[in-house]
């Protein structure tokens, strides 16, 4: 029960760990703590401007980490299953991982690159985490004894969805650490224009409303990274329309239903915080909401994936190698 209770715990501890790395990185507090891994020499500095979110980030990642290492043994030494095994290992091996990418990210001065990798280990982490509650749960366990038939047809547009969405936070990482998140200050047209040709008279307008506003002025390449950002979201929007007519269809089981609903009202929302991140001129709690729920987005997709798919991998190989 309490090794249950722990993973659970891990995961939602994570998706706390993600919002409070979204507001880091939204109020410009990267660099206020320029040493690593101890915090202007000590191990509490003072909690003041943009060192409370800097230094509350790594205490916050430490606390994750801490988790994961007692989560990880725990499982080794009590767990039968070897696969849950290799799991928790890979697990603490991509929190170790995070945390030196964390530490790269300021020694380096925030790198796109390595702040990009950081951002997105992160979502995978918190993958790990969910497969490892699921894993522990009573309604895998059930499931053992229930198991119904599973439509093929569903599982690979949501797994398709799934890379969608990470391809989509992949873009939204590039932005935000590209700083291009108001490269484009107006929705849904794009500086004034419903069909933008990207040319020079469209930076002319963009960095003209920039600088009428003290924003520092943006390159095309910029707007590019924006502009797709917005098209990966009516991607998805479209795609989870798929989703939605199939699963819907073929599943009359409450708890993938429900799965479903979340699924689309998060999107809803996403949506939404997506608008007001522009409108507010990128206020760190909206922006930081909008990270978050972007990670709770793949979360659930990922849960979808997990409760519609079999329990084995022979199973799974089976159902994937047909064509409905």
Known sequence: MWLKHLSKFTCFSTFFL??????????????????????????????????????????VASFVGLCMLILAIWIIVKDQRKWLKIVGAVGLFAVILQGVLGG??????????ISVSHGILAQTFFLITIFIAYSLSDERSDRDYLERKRSALFLKVT?????????????????????????????????????????????YIINSWRFDNDFDPVKMGQIIIHFSHRIGALFICIAICFVNVIGLKYYKD???????????????LQILLGVMTIFTLKSPIITSLHVVIGASILGVTFLLILRSSPLTCSGFKRLVSRVY
């Open 254 to 268: 409450t708890t993938i239903r429900k799965t479903i609903y979340a699924l689309d009202t998060l999107i809803i």
């Open 159 to 203: 797994f398709s969805f799934l890379i969608l969405i990470y391809i989509q936070l992949l873009l939204g990482a590039i932005m935000r650490h590209t700083h291009s998140g108001l490269a484009i200050y107006d929705f849904p047209t794009v500086g004034g224009k419903w069909l933008p040709l990207f040319d020079d008279e469209l930076l």
């Open 18 to 59: 993600i919002f409070v790395g979204g507001m880091v990185t939204s109020t410009g507090s990267g660099l206020a703590v320029p040493d690593w891994p101890l915090s202007y020499g000590t191990l509490f500095p003072p909690m003041i401007g943009g060192v409370f979110y800097e230094h509350g980030h790594r205490m």
């Open 104 to 113: 790269l990210t300021v020694l380096f001065f925030l790198p796109t690159a």
